[in-house]
């Protein structure tokens, strides 16, 4: 009887959104999963918690990860291939997390990008310092008709002494998307309350779980269940853009 309680106390905890736009699922190409049948573990604990679509997100950075269209759609055919085995009720569709680097540049001039619905294109900077010239760089997706989305901008620290800049970056056309784990404080109380500014501030237009591995679903499911939480979707829920605008 207990087990059975508990079991649906855990069941009932679901997320407040349905598309989920930034993870590390595809097997073998980055630092997520390593094979099919751990991508499609992580499937299955976002459907527990609603989910509906997944948009895999690897990275595509220079000289780590230079990931191209064809060997993004074949890990991902794999993934597809183990999801389907399980008859998982979840879409799964992919796109990348891109660096803005030389590498990302030089694919972008070929035209090897795919970019989620509606053309918005999930980027991000270095963890040590802004990608040089990051204004024109943005600038010049939005000529080409991207629509960028800055990947977690709260772990960027070295915009904390400037939080100003945040405010210049999305006034000028980059959309936001903020990690469910920097809210849950899985990367620490500095970052956490950097996304909660975000959200206060009203700069949050997209939520991804980044999630890579089994740790962060744990991480991610205990946060479901906490009080944070639920103060966290009340400011967040019907302003973000996951299930209307991808």
């Known amino acids: 009887m207990f087990n059975f309680l508990f079991h649906n106390k855990k069941t009932q905890r679901k997320l407040f959104f349905q598309t989920e736009m930034h993870c590390h699922l595809v097997p073998g190409i980055d630092d997520g999963q390593t094979t099919p049948a751990g991508g499609a573990d992580l499937v299955e604990r976002e459907a527990q918690w609603?989910?509906?679509?997944?948009?895999?997100?690897?990275?595509?950075?220079?000289?780590?990860?230079?990931?191209?269209?064809?060997v993004i759609a074949d890990a991902f055919s794999l993934l597809q291939q183990e999801v389907s085995a399980r008859n998982l009720e979840v879409k799964l569709d992919y796109s990348a997390e891109h660096r803005l680097d030389a590498f990302f540049l030089a694919e972008l001039e070929k035209g090897s990008i795919r970019p989620l619905p509606n053309n918005f294109l999930l980027v991000e900077n270095p963890f040590v310092q802004e990608a040089w010239d990051l204004d024109n760089r943005l600038?010049?997706?939005?000529?080409?008709?991207?629509?960028?989305?800055?990947?977690?901008?709260?772990?960027?620290?070295?915009?904390?002494?400037?939080?100003?800049?945040?405010e210049q970056i999305h006034a000028a056309g980059t959309l936001f998307q903020v990690n469910l784990l920097s809210l849950a404080g899985y990367y620490g109380k500095e970052i956490k309350r950097m996304a909660e500014i975000l959200v206060e501030k009203n700069l949050v237009?997209?939520?991804?779980?980044?999630?890579?591995?089994?740790?962060?679903?744990?991480?991610?499911?205990?946060?479901?269940?906490?009080r944070d939480y639920k103060v966290h979707m009340r400011k967040l829920d019907g302003r973000i853009l996951n299930d209307s605008a991808i």
Do not use: W
Request: proline fraction near 8%.
């Open 139 to 166: 600038f010049n997706l939005n000529v080409k008709g991207y629509r960028p989305v800055l990947a977690h901008p709260e772990r960027y620290t070295y915009y904390f002494p400037h939080p100003e800049r945040y």
């Open 205 to 226: 237009d997209f939520i991804g779980t980044d999630m890579h591995n089994a740790s962060h679903a744990d991480a991610i499911e205990k946060y479901i269940g906490s």
């Open 50 to 70: 609603g989910i509906q679509r997944i948009f895999c997100t690897p990275h595509i950075t220079q000289d780590t990860f230079e990931n191209t269209p064809k």
